[in-house]
């Protein structure tokens, strides 16, 4: 298949840490993990050496211009990029792997797989990038399917039609973050929507999965650029019109966002796009405890100035990757296609001075009439954080092969319930840490604010135990989960449901709702062949 992309691990198998760099940095977080034993290399798998089971399906004589049963589009097609997904693939277990793929290259290819699929009894899972972290891409369907193609949409990946006047682009959903910029700079315009994953995710994805993006408060979730949606049903097309408001009736979009396939196949959107942004000011801050940052992040996140960026790093967060110093930092920047930020910046800096924030460095402004400013040789926190940001998916891969366990979790709470929540994950995700791997370093963050409340985004490292990693991870997984809804938080503001995620909200909605999505499902889907065990339980004959 000549792809450049690792096989089991994140990304681009050419920007995996190397070995001597992957032990140096284990060993420098081993020291802050408390007891366990000395760290050992681990090689990586070979892909020619994998062994996965046979495939149960032959590609059908109607298919056979898309599908295949390669092995190793099999195997590149198992697994998301969580992390027990990163551990499996590593030890070179593929057991999971769909028994098919296909790649439909237009709406009428993805309609002859559904037709198909209904008829045989064959589970489909919609795939785009494949870096989901809850195990929505995973072939873990049960035995009630005669087996499972993975449906490969990035063939579906241009945009096919801009609106200028009303700032709006018909776009398939196949198509990866990197190539939707550039065909969208040829218009001058962006969506502008940066999730950790966007090089290797797709439209379709974060849609289906209701992702968070580069804005921290404003527009930044996903749902907030659909203006319209087209998807595709075993029952038929779903279509709504795009529209820039509209009182009629439950929205049909808000069926399918957040599906994560399994009412729908996504197949193109109509997306709010904008200018690409002129003007920059930017400003890093640092806070001596963690309320009074928290607290300024409530006054900014109420004050109506809206910030493209407002990262808060708890001290342990800025610290693991060394951003500013021994305080806590606030990455502040605002932006705009038409007017300078250096007022709302400035006015930003009062209320977040009220609150005992300091300055780290000297305020950055961009104006088109301007070259970039200069930073005389030192890098910026922001542009520390940038960096770390987008290596760290590489890091947590090159950790497992010397046995250190690194994942995340994330939520949103109000700013009332968050003090309490903040604690409780402190204390029982940190005796989980305790008790597993002998210790453990929990860290966290703000990715998004709200005026009602933040969006805390937490990450762990610990010693993990050999042999029984999975289990480890669960428990701590698990100590983290019942901490969120104890707490009145969401089980993921942005990663998605998936498979993981299923026993927490199935607790947190509400039940006549899941009536609701099982009749939903039942007139889309009568055959339940829609990436069968997300959002719904798998039927008990399964």
């Known amino acids: 298949m000549n792809d450049p992309r690792s096989f089991w691990a994140w990304g681009l198998a050419a920007k995996l840490p190397p070995p001597e760099l992957r032990l140096a940095i284990a060993s420098q977080l081993a020291s802050l993990l408390g007891a366990g034993s000395e760290l050992e290399l681990q090689p990586d798998p070979q892909l020619d050496a994998l062994r996965l089971p046979r495939a149960r399906l032959e590609v059908p004589a109607s298919l056979a211009d ?8 099999r195997v590149r097609h198992t697994y998301g990029r969580g992390y027990c997904d990163l551990l499996r693939g590593f030890r070179g277990d593929f057991g999971s792997a769909p028994d098919l793929v296909a790649r439909p290259r237009d709406e009428a ?3 002859r797989v559904l037709d198909w699929a209904t008829g045989a009894r064959v589970a489909v899972i919609p795939w785009g990038g494949g870096t989901n972290v809850v195990g929505g891409v995973e072939a873990a369907v049960g035995d009630g399917f005669a087996g499972v193609v993975s449906l490969d949409l990035t063939g579906l ?4 039609e801009v609106d200028s006047n009303a700032r709006l682009a018909r776009v398939q959903a196949g198509i990866l973050g990197p190539d939707l910029e550039r065909q969208l700079s040829a218009h001058g315009l962006t969506l502008r929507h940066y999730p950790q994953s966007f090089e290797f995710s797709t439209l379709g994805g974060w849609i289906a999965t209701r992702s968070g993006g580069h804005y921290a408060t404003g527009r930044t979730r996903i749902d907030d650029f659909v203006a319209g949606l087209r998807s595709l049903t075993p029952a038929g097309a779903l279509e709504s019109r795009r529209l820039p408001g509209s009182g009629a009736g439950p929205s049909p979009d808000r069926w399918v966002m957040g599906g994560e396939g399994a009412l729908g196949i996504i197949s193109q959107a109509w997306m709010r796009v904008t200018r690409l942004p002129r003007f920059r000011s930017k400003l890093s801050l640092g806070f001596g405890t963690f309320e009074a940052a928290v607290d300024a992040c409530r006054s ?5 100035l809206q910030p493209a960026n407002a990262r808060l790093l708890h001290r342990k967060e800025a610290g693991l990757f060394g951003v500013g110093g021994d305080c806590h930092v606030l990455l502040l920047g605002f932006e705009s296609a038409d007017l300078p930020q250096r007022a709302n910046l400035e006015a930003a800096l009062e209320v977040l001075g009220d609150c005992g924030g300091l300055p780290l460095g000297a305020p950055q402004h961009r104006e088109p009439s301007q070259t970039a400013p200069s930073t005389h040789g030192a890098e910026l926190p922001s542009q520390s954080w940038r960096r770390a940001f987008f290596e760290a998916p590489y890091l947590q891969s090159g950790l497992v092969s010397v046995g250190l366990m690194a994942d995340t979790f994330e939520t949103c709470c109000s700013w009332s319930d968050f003090p309490a929540l903040h604690a409780a994950l402190e204390r029982e995700v940190g005796d989980a840490l305790r008790r597993t791997g002998g210790g453990g370093l929990l860290s966290c963050r703000f990715t998004h604010i709200y005026p009602d409340g933040p969006a805390p985004y937490y990450t762990f490292i610990t010693r ?3 042999g029984a ?15 969120l809804l104890r707490h009145a938080a969401t089980i993921t503001h942005h990663h998605a449901v998936g498979r993981t995620h299923l026993p927490w909200y199935i607790r947190q909605r509400p039940e006549l709702f899941a009536r ?8 889309v889907d009568p055959a339940g062949i829609l990436n069968p065990g997300v959002l719904l339980p798998l039927p008990l004959s399964s």
Do not use: F, N
């Open 66 to 73: 898309l599908c295949c049963a390669d092995d190793e589009a």
């Open 157 to 160: 990946d241009q945009v096919l």
């Open 516 to 523: 609701m999505l099982a009749a939903a499902k039942q007139a």
């Open 300 to 304: 900014l996140a109420q004050s109506g």
């Open 469 to 483: 990693e999975l289990e480890q991870w669960r428990e701590i997984k698990t100590a983290a989960s019942d901490v």
């Open 109 to 111: 290819g993805i309609e």
């Open 464 to 466: 993990a135990q050999a």
